[in-house]
């Protein structure tokens, strides 16, 4: 692979990682459009780890953990609105703290921090990725999505039910909020340099659209989405504007949500497709091989 | 004194044009049940259309202003038609994506043709000055924006309150299966009633452009955030709550800049939103509302 190669497909990754955060939060119905600022804060913290304690990158992706975790802890409040409401207020805050981080010094002021230490590599944040991803789909799979589900269709009988749904929605905020801080640090020690703008709300679109689009009901969506989303301006590279990629992601915005709003990619299709492809039946109570009652039952596994 | 009052002036001013922007937003909000997040790009879009293009063409400031009212019109009626509709089946969420696509799709379209950098527009008349309040100059602009808000709140109360179409709009509010039953065109009033916000943002364009002389691309996202923390920041109430959080926020805005620090002004602005959801969730001002249907 060519260095350009490497490094468009590094960013694809760092994408990934950011939108599995996005799409973590969304799993209990929460719309963040606030996803950048998690993001930058998190590669904030950590470059700054590295340039002023010439802390190792690992070091530096906890503190983005952390620093994106403490951030989505900042957006609590917006926990007790529903919905739409909760996306309207993660648009406020991503632009309030894109607009103050140009008042904090240690992170460079308006002009950023620069000359962050390049240590990210593709094979490193490869592996981050396939971390992430493990983690994400095995929280897929377990019992606790069901619970967040319950919350994201109907937190009224949610509650009833007995479930936390202020504590579970926290937690999610949480989690995606340091996912999208660990990929903020892979990106500022990809790049070298963080601005304030990074933290704004074109990028919190970014992951936005990367996860609607490419499927915000299964955790390979947003893989898919990042691929897309980074990959989009190499393929429109005949035309000059910038500005195309973003229409073209406003137009697919538009039709998938009319057309098919779980995004491109649903649950249990990629299981579909391997199925198709290998062209095994599906298992009717047992199958081939397989044992009457110990299959997943539907819906609670993913493709 | 006079620094305070023509501050005041100034909050005054950012706050009608919020008001406004607010206004569109809670009326298609409580017609079509729609989230609008393109309301800033459309009054860009609008505004250029109405401004830049008219205004250049004739150099009659009231045409170009028109123009730019009939232009907000006109795309609402498209948006309602290309992104709302066929996504409305997806509840909330659905048209929150649409409608920030379909905003990113105009305001990115405008890029294209008119390029990024702001424009400047001739209001030449309009800079004139008509008083002086403690001191402070008021100009022409200044004075029509807020004749423009007073009207524009007055037609969209008389219309909704007194003519019967109004009541056509309320009740598909209200309860748009019952409405239907009774004959209603609730596609049509959906569509109209989207036209009729965008066009007031169309006005807010106009407000922005006459006093400040200038419109610019970027400038669209941060209205419609504006609009929107107006429109969470007065709460469920609607209209009334909207408009007196405009002013609020445009005064806490104001104040920022002129007490804290230039660039002040976003920041405290959002913060102080996120402080009161906080302290009260649902918003400054709420009445109960039924909805059916």
């Known amino acids: ?303 | 004194m006079t620094l305070f009052t023509a501050e005041a002036v100034n909050a005054l001013m950012l706050g009608s044009t919020y008001a406004v922007v607010a206004l569109g937003i809670v009326l298609i909000f409580s017609v079509l049940d729609v989230m609008s997040l393109a309301q800033g790009q459309l009054l860009v879009a609008a505004g250029y259309v109405g401004f830049v293009s008219v205004l250049s063409a004739t150099g009659n400031l009231l045409l170009a202003a028109l123009a730019t009212i009939v232009a907000g019109f006109g795309l609402g009626v498209v948006v309602e038609r290309l992104a709302v509709r066929p996504a409305a089946t997806g509840g909330h969420m659905a048209t929150l994506v649409t409608t920030l696509g379909a905003g990113m799709v105009i305001l990115n379209v405008l890029v294209l043709i008119a390029g990024p950098y702001q424009r400047g527009v001739d209001t030449g008349s309009m800079l004139h000055k008509v008083t002086t309040i403690s001191g402070v100059p008021v100009n022409w602009a200044e004075v029509t924006t807020l004749i423009i808000l007073v009207i524009g709140f007055t037609l969209v109360h008389w219309v909704t309150q007194r003519t019967s179409a109004g009541r056509v709009v309320r009740a598909a509010a209200e309860n748009p299966r019952v409405a239907a039953i009774f004959g209603v065109n609730i596609a049509r009033v959906r569509m109209l009633t989207f036209a009729c916000g965008s066009s007031l943002a169309g006005l807010g364009g106009v407000m922005l452009i006459l006093r400040y002389g200038y419109v610019s691309p970027d400038i669209g996202v941060t209205f419609t955030l504006m609009g929107l923390t107006a429109v969470l920041l007065g709460g469920t109430s609607g209209i009334a709550g909207a408009a007196v959080a405009s002013f609020l926020l445009a005064a806490i805005q104001v104040g920022a800049i002129t007490y804290i620090g230039a660039g002040y002004g976003d920041v405290v602005a959002f913060g102080s939103l996120f402080v009161i959801l906080i302290v009260r969730p649902q918003g400054l001002f709420v009445r109960v509302e039924r909805r059916g249907g």
């Open chain 1, 1 to 303: 692979m060519s260095a350009y190669t490497t490094q468009i497909a590094t960013l694809t990754a760092i994408n990934a990682i950011a939108t599995l955060g996005f799409y973590v939060t969304l799993t209990t119905g929460q719309l963040s459009i606030a996803h950048g600022a998690f993001f930058a804060l998190g590669g904030y913290v950590g470059g700054w780890a590295m340039i002023h304690h010439g802390v190792p990158l690992w070091v530096a992706l906890l503190a983005g953990f952390c620093g994106g975790g403490a951030t989505g802890i900042l957006t609590f409040p917006a926990t007790r609105l529903r919905g739409l409401y909760f996306a309207v207020g993660t648009f406020a805050f991503g632009v309030a703290v894109a607009g103050g981080i140009v008042y904090v010094k240690q992170f460079g002021g308006p002009f950023g921090l620069t000359g962050i230490p390049i240590s990210t590599t593709f094979t490193i944040t490869i592996v981050t990725l396939a971390i992430a991803f493990v983690a994400v789909q095995l929280f897929d799979r377990s019992p606790l999505f069901l619970a967040f589900s319950a919350v994201r269709d109907d937190p009224e009988v949610a509650e009833v039910l007995g479930l936390r749904v202020a504590h579970v929605k926290r937690i999610t905020i949480v989690a995606g909020s340091a996912l999208a801080g660990v990929a903020g640090v892979l990106y500022a020690s990809s790049v070298g340099v963080l601005q304030p703008a990074d933290a704004g709300f074109d990028r919190s679109l970014g992951f936005l659209l990367m996860a609607i689009i490419g499927g915000s009901r299964t955790s390979w969506g947003p893989l898919l989405g990042a691929a897309i989303w980074t990959d989009a301006p190499e393929v429109l590279r005949f035309t000059d504007n910038p500005q195309w990629r973003l229409i073209l992601f406003g137009c697919l915005a538009v039709i998938v949500m009319s057309a098919r709003p779980q995004g491109l990619l649903d649950r249990g299709d990629l299981r579909r497709l391997v199925r198709l492809v290998r062209r095994r039946p599906a298992p009717a109570g047992g199958g081939p091989g397989g044992v009457a009652g110990l299959d997943a039952p539907a819906g609670a596994g993913d493709g």
